[in-house]
Each structure stands twice: as structure tokens, then as C-alpha cells.
């Protein structure tokens, strides 16, 4: 079970908007900022939003990042079949001291 | 441009110690703001924190790992290491070297490709 719920799935067809959310608690997102990780099959988990709402360079703007209270969302706009990999978010908590992620969101283009 | 190289023996005997190194490339140990971390995935599942170490060698770990853990630098090889004694299967994963950048939030920057060490009775 994770400190940080997402959604164990998020699907979407090509061009489609798609939102995968990030939900924790007052010790972690309520209080610290949230990274995104997205994941392909058989490699390391990639940074694509820092900060909450900070994009890597080379990380297109289709992405985008987002937090409030004790939820964070990953926006991906105008889908392309490379963005579909694993997506998970991770945050310091204070209470656990130490950081978290949640179990991961498997992203599937139709 | 930083590179990051995970090294080790990919299986380890129940009890014993997992012993990794972490070679980095395209910057040393001590440029500011990053910093140092290991970080764990059970093939098919998420992530899990180890711990974090500075150049400076100061550590911080995860508490979930009960002090089974223990991280060192090699400055002159621009080397960190990872130690965990008393493994047992629930320790066996893909293990990540990553770089944290200190910033106005920190952040995993930078990850090696990952390395599977099984834990084997």
C-alpha cells in the first residue's frame, strides 16, 4: 500500500487530454512539492515535472503539473503512442521523514 | 553530461550483505546542489526510498529499513556505495543510483539504468 494514491490505470486515444492524479496528506503534498515520473518498459524512471509544475528541458509542453491541498495532478495534452509508460509521483514526508511514491499510474493509448 | 553506473554481484544470499557502487560521470560527487540517493523497485511494483548521502558523507536513511543500511563516498573514484546487511527476498529489486538536486523543492534528477540483485536462500 502506498503513502500516495494513484490510479492503477489511465487511458486515453491520440490527441486526447489525460490527467492522472496524485493524492496524499497534510505531512506530505500538503506541505512539499511534488515530482513526476514517467517510466517505459525495462528502463529508469525518467523526471517530467519538478516542483510541481516545473518541465525538464527536452520534457515537451504537453505536459504540465499541477497541486492543491493535499492533491497534485500530471496533465499530458494532444497524446502521442510514446507517452505510454508508467507515471508516478513522489513527495517528502515530513511525518515518515523520508521520501514517498505512489504505486504508479500504467498510462495505455487506445 | 551526468551519467550514473550501478555495480555489484546480481545475486546475494539470504542473511548476507547487498554491496552496490554507483560510479558518476559528467560531474563530481561535489558539485552543488546535487546530492546523492539510492532508490529500490520490486520488478512490477513502485518505488521505494533507501537513503540519501552528500558528498561530505553525511547520511540520511530510510527509517522503514530499520538500520540495515549504510551508505559511504569515494571521492577520489567519484564512487558512492550502498550497503544493506541482512537481506532476505523481500530485498530482492532493481536498484537505481540517483542524483537529488537541492533546489526550491527537491527532486531525483539524474538515474542510473538499474541494476536486479535477487536475494537467493
Known amino acids: 500500500q502506498s503513502v500516495l494514491t494513484q490510479p492503477p490505470s489511465a487511458s486515453g486515444t491520440p490527441g486526447q487530454r489525460v490527467t492522472i492524479s496524485c493524492s496524499g496528506t497534510s505531512s506530505n503534498i500538503g506541505k512539499n512539492t511534488v515530482n513526476w515520473y514517467q517510466q517505459l518498459p525495462g528502463v529508469a524512471p525518467k523526471l517530467v515535472m519538478f516542483v510541481n509544475d516545473n518541465r525538464p528541458s527536452g520534457v515537451p509542453d504537453r505536459f504540465s503539473g499541477s497541486k492543491s491541498g493535499t492533491s497534485a495532478s500530471l496533465a499530458i495534452t494532444g497524446l502521442q503512442s510514446d507517452d505510454e509508460a508508467d507515471y508516478f509521483c513522489a513527495v517528502w514526508d515530513d511525518s515518515l521523514k523520508g521520501w514517498v511514491f505512489g504505486g504508479g499510474t500504467r498510462l495505455t493509448v487506445l | 553530461q551526468v551519467q550514473l553506473q550501478e555495480s555489484g554481484p546480481g545475486v546475494v544470499k539470504t542473511s548476507e550483505t547487498l554491496a552496490l557502487k554507483c560510479t558518476v560521470s559528467g560531474v563530481s560527487l561535489s558539485t552543488s546542489p546535487y546530492y546523492w540517493s539510492w532508490i529500490r523497485q520490486i520488478p512490477g511494483k513502485g518505488l521505494e526510498w533507501i537513503g540519501y548521502i552528500y558528498y561530505s558523507g553525511s547520511t540520511y536513511y530510510n527509517p522503514a529499513l530499520k538500520g540495515r543500511v549504510a551508505m559511504s563516498v569515494d571521492r577520489p573514484l567519484n564512487q558512492f556505495s550502498l550497503d544493506v546487511n541482512s537481506v532476505t527476498a523481500a530485498d530482492t529489486a532493481v536498484y537505481y543510483c540517483?542524483?537529488?538536486?537541492?533546489?526550491?523543492?527537491?527532486?531525483?534528477?539524474?538515474w542510473g539504468q538499474g541494476m536486479l540483485v535477487s536475494v537467493a536462500s
Open positions: 540517483v542524483t537529488v538536486v537541492a533546489a526550491f523543492g527537491d527532486y531525483f534528477d539524474f
